[in-house]
C-alpha cells in the first residue's frame, strides 16, 4: 500500500547506513528501494518486497532486493527499462534508474503471470552476490514466516581443494529455535572432517541435540570425478535438472538430531555443464514446473529462485529455495 513506501524506504536506509556502505551507495539504494516499492503500488497494484544484506568478508557487504508481483506483467521487458517508457502516463525511468544504479539488475515478466524485479548493490566491485566457487554457482532465497523476525530456513557451503559442499536445512518449526538448530548445524559443517555426506549428517545429528532438531539435504560436489553425491534426511525436496529434464532425489525418514535411519547411504548422480540442483523447504509447494518459467534460465539463478517462491510459496512456514548451478 503506498503509505508503506516511505517506512520501508526509512527502516532500509538505516540498516544500510548501519553496514559498509559509503553515502554514495546509500542514495543509489534509496532510489532503487523507492522505484521498486512504487512499482508495485502503481502498475500492479501490490506485492512482496524482500530484501537482505549480507557480508561475504569482514570488509565488505551486498545489498539484495527484489520486488514480486502478480500484477498484468510485461510483454517486452527491453523497450520498458528504456527510459521515457511508460504504461501509466508517468515518467517512465523507474526500471532505467534501478538497472543504472545497481551493480546488478535484473527484470523477468510475463503477461497475466507478473513481475520480478532484482538488484543489487556491492560495496566493492569484486564482490559477488551469493556464493561462487570454483565450477559451480549458488544462490538462494531464504524468506522467514510472516510476522517472524527470523529465518528457520538455512544453507551454508564449505569449499575444499576438490569439493564444493553444500548443506541445506528447515529448523523444525519457525522462530528463533529453529534458526539456532540451522545455525548450530553450520557451524557443525565448517567444523566437521569428514567429507563424505553421510559422515556429515552423523556428525551434525551428535552435535545439535540439544536443538529441536531439523531436516536437511547434504550435496557434494567433486570436480575431479565430475559428480554429486547427494544424502538427506527429512522433507527437503531436491531436483537435478539438465535443461527441463530432472530427476528427484528421495531423502530419508527422520530429523537430523533427534532420530536418524540406522543405515544411509548416498546417492550419486553426473554432473553436466549447466545443470541445476534445487532444493526447497517445506514452506514451498513440491508441484512447480519449471516449463512455466520460458526462457527463465538465461537469468541469474536468483530469479529462479524468486519465481519459484512467488508461485508456490505456503504463506505457512518459511520458505526457502536453493539454486546450485554447474558452471
Given at each position: 500500500?503506498?503509505?508503506?513506501?516511505?517506512?520501508?524506504k526509512?527502516?532500509?536506509?538505516?540498516?544500510?547506513?548501519r553496514?559498509?556502505?559509503?553515502?554514495?551507495?546509500?542514495?543509489k539504494?534509496?532510489?532503487?528501494?523507492?522505484?521498486i516499492?512504487?512499482?508495485?503500488?502503481?502498475?500492479?497494484?501490490?506485492g512482496?518486497?524482500?530484501?537482505?544484506?549480507?557480508?561475504?568478508d569482514?570488509?565488505?557487504?551486498v545489498?539484495?532486493?527484489?520486488?514480486?508481483?502478480?500484477?498484468?506483467?510485461?510483454a517486452?521487458?527491453a523497450?520498458?527499462?528504456?527510459?521515457?517508457?511508460?504504461t501509466?502516463?508517468?515518467l517512465?525511468?523507474?526500471?532505467?534508474a534501478?538497472?543504472r544504479?545497481?551493480?546488478?539488475?535484473?527484470?523477468?515478466?510475463?503477461?497475466?503471470w507478473?513481475?520480478?524485479?532484482?538488484?543489487?548493490?556491492k560495496?566493492?566491485?569484486?564482490v559477488i552476490a551469493g556464493?561462487?566457487?570454483?565450477?559451480?554457482?549458488?544462490?538462494?532465497?531464504?524468506?522467514?514466516?510472516?510476522?517472524?523476525?527470523?529465518c528457520?530456513?538455512?544453507?551454508?557451503?564449505k569449499?575444499t581443494?576438490?569439493?564444493?559442499?553444500?548443506?541445506f536445512?528447515?529448523?523444525l518449526?519457525?522462530?528463533?529455535?529453529?534458526?539456532?538448530?540451522?545455525?548450530?548445524?553450520?557451524?557443525?559443517?565448517?567444523?566437521?572432517?569428514?567429507d563424505?555426506?553421510?559422515?556429515?549428517?552423523r556428525?551434525?545429528?551428535?552435535?545439535?541435540?540439544?536443538?529441536?532438531g531439523?531436516?536437511?539435504?547434504l550435496?557434494v560436489?567433486?570436480?575431479?570425478r565430475?559428480?554429486?553425491?547427494?544424502?538427506?534426511?527429512?522433507?527437503i525436496?531436491?531436483?537435478l535438472?539438465?535443461g527441463?529434464q530432472?530427476?528427484?532425489?528421495m531423502?530419508?525418514n527422520?530429523?537430523?538430531?533427534?532420530?536418524?535411519p540406522?543405515?544411509m547411504?548416498?546417492?550419486?548422480?553426473?554432473?553436466?555443464?549447466?545443470?541445476?540442483?534445487?532444493?526447497?523447504?517445506?514452506?514451498?509447494?513440491?508441484?512447480?514446473?519449471?516449463?512455466?518459467?520460458?526462457?527463465?534460465?538465461?537469468?541469474?539463478?536468483?530469479m529462479?529462485a524468486a519465481a519459484?517462491?512467488?508461485?508456490?510459496?505456503?504463506g505457512?512456514?518459511d520458505?526457502?529455495?536453493l539454486i546450485a548451478?554447474?558452471?
Amino acid at each position: 500500500e503506498r503509505s508503506y513506501v516511505s517506512y520501508i524506504k526509512r527502516e532500509i536506509h538505516n540498516r544500510v547506513l548501519r553496514a559498509k556502505f559509503s553515502e554514495t551507495q546509500a542514495g543509489k539504494i534509496d532510489i532503487i528501494v523507492s522505484e521498486i516499492s512504487s512499482n508495485l503500488v502503481k502498475h500492479a497494484g501490490g506485492g512482496e518486497l524482500l530484501f537482505r544484506i549480507s557480508e561475504p568478508d569482514e570488509k565488505n557487504s551486498v545489498f539484495e532486493v527484489l520486488g514480486i508481483d502478480q500484477g498484468p506483467g510485461i510483454a517486452d521487458t527491453a523497450r520498458m527499462i528504456r527510459d521515457g517508457v511508460s504504461t501509466t502516463h508517468t515518467l517512465g525511468q523507474g526500471l532505467g534508474a534501478i538497472h543504472r544504479l545497481s551493480d546488478m539488475a535484473q527484470l523477468y515478466s510475463r503477461p497475466g503471470w507478473g513481475t520480478i524485479v532484482y538488484g543489487m548493490v556491492k560495496t566493492k566491485n569484486k564482490v559477488i552476490a551469493g556464493t561462487g566457487t570454483s565450477g559451480i554457482d549458488i544462490r538462494a532465497l531464504c524468506v522467514n514466516k510472516p510476522r517472524e523476525a527470523v529465518c528457520g530456513d538455512g544453507y551454508r557451503v564449505k569449499q575444499t581443494r576438490s569439493e564444493v559442499i553444500i548443506f541445506f536445512g528447515d529448523g523444525l518449526g519457525h522462530g528463533p529455535r529453529a534458526k539456532e538448530a540451522i545455525d548450530r548445524a553450520g557451524e557443525c559443517l565448517l567444523e566437521c572432517q569428514a567429507d563424505e555426506p553421510v559422515g556429515i549428517i552423523r556428525e551434525m545429528h551428535e552435535k545439535i541435540r540439544r536443538t529441536r532438531g531439523l531436516v536437511g539435504t547434504l550435496a557434494v560436489y567433486n570436480r575431479q570425478r565430475n559428480e554429486w553425491r547427494l544424502c538427506g534426511v527429512g522433507n527437503i525436496s531436491t531436483r537435478l535438472y539438465c535443461g527441463v529434464q530432472f530427476k528427484n532425489y528421495m531423502s530419508y525418514n527422520g530429523t537430523i538430531g533427534l532420530n536418524l535411519p540406522s543405515s544411509m547411504n548416498a546417492s550419486t548422480f553426473p554432473a553436466e555443464m549447466n545443470q541445476f540442483v534445487i532444493m526447497c523447504s517445506d514452506g514451498v509447494r513440491t508441484r512447480w514446473d519449471l516449463n512455466k518459467y520460458p526462457s527463465i534460465l538465461k537469468y541469474d539463478a536468483m530469479m529462479l529462485a524468486a519465481a519459484i517462491y512467488k508461485d508456490n510459496a505456503r504463506g505457512t512456514d518459511d520458505a526457502s529455495v536453493l539454486i546450485a548451478k554447474v558452471s
